[in-house]
């Protein structure tokens, strides 16, 4: 069964209800997360949690819960294993339609889970290369908000499968910023670059992991502004995020990178993301 998480409440998903005044719903007025669990334990779960914290504090919600037991609990009533924990967080219902709001609203509280990939059965053969686009960026100027005013990057992945793509990579003033739910690296001559932390972009849990490992194995790394020409003529491409980990890029517009395949580094790369997943969760 699909039990949800709604305001204190674990339920059936069908029977989960919010107010059409819901302010998460009328205006986007809120925000959220998404933590991977595996074997029912949550990984990263505090850097998560500090990035909600930055959320919940940029649009001043003021709340304290228990995140992690609430999250742990839910996670136990769907069975444990290999999840995907979405919590969002509106700022409320006034029961009326107002731009502005008060102080004193009580926010809605939501969480749910989807089932993930097994990262204690797959190996690198098992990852699906990914095909992306590049398309400008349209989004507001504090990404590094995890706001659930996703419809700039629904419209651009939209875009891309239209294009027989999966992912598109947004464009800012010249410079790439991030794909539409997840980071971008490019690989040239075993350097990884990938663009700064900024507000122009989400601070992934992954992409500082991927940075965390590189720095631990010795490979460079450098944060820097990337353009077209700098990704199209990489050696590699990848793309991070909490549920689908690092994953190749093997064409961008339809112009294969590098040899077309899994690039090596990326290998390297899976290997010990995967190593460190698997050591975290087993103390192995
Ligand atoms: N950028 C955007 C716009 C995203 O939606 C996501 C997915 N949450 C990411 C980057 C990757 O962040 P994380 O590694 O924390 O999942």
């Given at each position: 069964m699909?039990?949800v ?7 059936p ?5 919010i ?10 007025d ?8 595996y ?18 504090r ?20 769907n ?16 029961g ?17 889970c ?32 995890k ?27 010249g ?13 040239q001559r075993?350097?990884i670059?990938?663009?700064?932390r ?29 353009d077209?020409?700098a ?15 690092v ?19 990326w ?18």
């Amino acid at each position: 069964m699909n039990i949800v998480y709604l305001n204190g409440v674990y339920l059936p998903a069908e029977d989960a209800k919010i107010s059409v005044f819901d302010r998460g719903f009328l205006f986007g007025d809120s925000v959220y997360e998404v933590m991977p669990y595996y074997q029912g334990v949550g990984f990263r779960l505090q850097e998560h949690l500090e990035r909600l914290q930055h959320s919940l504090r940029a649009l001043q919600i003021q709340l304290e819960l228990d995140w992690e037991t609430l999250l742990d609990e839910l996670v136990w009533q769907n069975g444990g294993g290999n999840l995907s924990v979405y919590l969002q967080i509106t700022r409320g219902s006034a029961g009326k339609r107002s731009h502005s709001y008060a102080d004193d609203l009580q926010p809605t509280v939501f969480a749910c889970c989807t089932p993930i990939r097994d990262i204690y059965k797959d190996g690198p053969e098992d990852i699906e290369p990914i095909r992306a686009i590049v398309t400008a960026d349209l989004r507001w100027h504090r990404c590094d908000i995890k706001s659930t005013c996703l419809l700039p990057n629904i419209l651009v992945v939209h875009q891309a499968q239209a294009q027989q793509a999966d992912e598109a990579l947004m464009m800012r003033d010249g410079k790439l910023t991030e794909g539409s739910s997840c980071n971008l690296f490019v690989i040239q001559r075993g350097v990884i670059y990938t663009p700064k932390r900024s507000s122009e972009i989400l601070g992934g849990i992954t992409r500082e992991l991927i940075l965390q490992l590189a720095d631990e194995h010795g490979i460079p790394y450098q944060e820097v502004d990337l353009d077209y020409d700098a990704l199209i003529g990489a050696d590699e491409v990848w793309i991070s995020s909490s549920t689908r980990g690092v994953v190749p890029v093997i064409s961008v517009d339809d112009q294969p990178i590098g040899d077309g395949g899994k690039g090596p580094l990326w290998k390297d790369m899976f290997e010990l993301f995967t190593r460190y997943q698997q050591k975290l969760m087993t103390g192995m």
